[in-house]
């Protein structure tokens, strides 16, 4: 029985996504009928949710539109409804809340108007999303011709590490963006080194659609990676084969992410109601925004450089800025901001040290401010050690990566995708959940190259 599982790779896919599925379907159950009512109950918010989080407020918003949905009928349903921070539907409330638009909610609903209006509703959904995404990190990592065994081993970090049950045992996004972008990597190493085929582009297609629909903002870093891609991939042997690829991906990205409306399977538009106070509000925030405008076309102080980081980085300081103003426990660098290339020139090397290296060990051991924190860090602590070991291993390997260019375009993207996260985000709690699925990839890749280090010693001892 050992010897046929371990015999094909096709073997392999099915039993990751067998043990995938199965552990996140009895460990999600465990958390929320045991773990957080019991072990964590100062910190339950009831139905197996922690209290202060994002899942609750998911939630909140589908079992409010669920209730909707079963009074007008299914028909009605829309992918991303417009519903109010106070779980209240656009098109039957007639007070003011926070617009929360989010697919999220879309797909919850969908479980709990077949199935309860309650959390556990939607744990076979998040086990099927962890089962399909370990079976992509196994396709992707498979492309690298290493051992099918090394590569079976090097997928587990990210099947059992404990931080990822922030989302498959509670309901959040990241799950379903991990799949999209793990889908995204292997579609598009398909797409460039083998025979254009019509599964290939509905596969880019979706990865495409699911990313932008979880994470919008994603639209630029999507390009950097294909250009990644392709440019290691093509530019040496570039063809009309290649261009046509490349016209496949922008036709397919331009359709998805430069529409006017970027909204599936939605109905008629929701009314929006405004206040006299929102509305007052709005223009205070528009006035502001003309004043600062006028001032900025005063300001000569400019020089090209400036101008040109503006128009790129300085696009993404709105962001940095506002997660700054949350003041959060694991904040870092939150009083750096970058106006300049001459400030990011100089903050540069802090930054890179932030991306890859934290948190850092000193951070994980000292005392959170609550029991939650205490809990993340030791997670974290145990999760960064293996990182920092795959991290070691990647850079005593530089010589072997770049001679295969699915682990060098793999490993580009994800420092790419670190430095940006870091860069937009100063918060590390955050930041270690947005950056997971490319904090695994340098993980697994460390692992892998360990394992099959091990493995090809091991063969030529046996052939001597």
């Known amino acids: 029985m050992r010897r046929f599982l371990f015999q094909k790779a096709e073997n392999f896919e099915i039993l990751l996504f067998f043990i995938s599925f199965v552990y ?18 100062k910190y339950h918010w009831g139905l197996g949710l922690l209290e202060v989080s994002d899942a609750v407020t998911y939630h909140n918003l589908a079992s409010t539109y669920t209730e909707y949905l079963k009074n007008v009928g299914l028909s009605y349903w829309e992918l991303k409804p417009y519903l109010f921070d106070n779980a209240c539907y656009a098109r039957e409330c007639n007070f003011v809340g926070s617009q929360i638009e989010t697919a999220l909610t879309g797909i919850v609903s ?12 939607f744990i076979f959904f998040n086990a099927l999303m962890h089962a399909i995404s370990a079976v992509l990190l196994f396709k992707i990592l498979k492309k690298t011709n290493l051992n099918p065994k090394a590569v079976f081993i090097s997928v587990l970090p990210f099947i059992f590490f404990p931080s990822s049950a922030q989302w498959w045992a509670q309901i959040g996004k990241d799950g379903i963006f991990i799949f999209g972008v793990l889908l995204f990597f292997y579609s598009t190493f398909v797409l460039l080194q083998e025979k254009l085929k019509l599964r290939t582009v509905l596969a880019l297609f979706l990865s495409l659609s699911i990313i932008l629909l979880v994470r919008p903002y994603y639209k630029e870093i999507i390009i950097m990676y294909f250009l990644i891609f392709f440019v290691i991939f093509n530019l040496p042997k570039f063809n009309l084969n290649a261009s046509f690829k490349l016209v496949v991906f922008f036709a397919i990205y331009s359709f998805l992410a430069l529409g006017t409306n970027y909204q599936i399977f939605s109905s008629e538009p929701a009314q929006k109601i405004q206040s006299t106070k929102e509305i007052q509000s709005t223009k205070e925030i528009q006035s502001t925004r003309k004043t600062n405008l006028e001032s900025n076309k005063k300001d000569n102080s400019y020089d090209l450089k400036d101008k040109i980081f503006l128009k ?33 020139k100089n903050h540069f090397p802090r930054l890179l040290q932030v991306s890859f290296l934290a948190p850092f060990p000193n951070m994980l051991i000292s005392d959170g401010t609550n029991s939650k924190s205490k809990i993340m860090r030791s997670v974290s602590l145990i999760e960064m050690f293996i990182y920092y070991f795959a991290l070691v291993v990647v850079f005593l390997s530089v010589f072997k990566i770049i001679k295969n ?16 996260i870091s860069y937009v985000n100063p918060n590390i709690g955050t930041v270690y959940r947005m950056r997971f699925v490319f904090f695994i990839f340098i993980v697994s890749i460390g692992v892998l190259f360990w394992v099959n280090n091990f493995y090809v010693k091991r063969t030529e001892k046996n052939k001597k």
């Open 110 to 121: 969908i479980f709990y108007f077949f199935l309860e209006s309650e959390p556990w509703a």
């Open 24 to 41: 996140v379907l009895i460990g999600a159950l465990l958390i929320q009928f045991y773990i957080i009512p019991n072990l964590l109950g």
């Open 312 to 344: 790129t980085f300085g696009r993404l300081n709105k962001y940095r800025d506002a997660f700054s103003n949350y003041e959060a426990d694991s904040d870092i660098d939150s009083n750096i901001s970058y106006k300049s290339f001459e400030d990011l």
């Open 405 to 420: 260019k699915n682990i060098t375009v793999i490993l580009l993207s994800s420092f790419a995708s670190m430095l940006l």
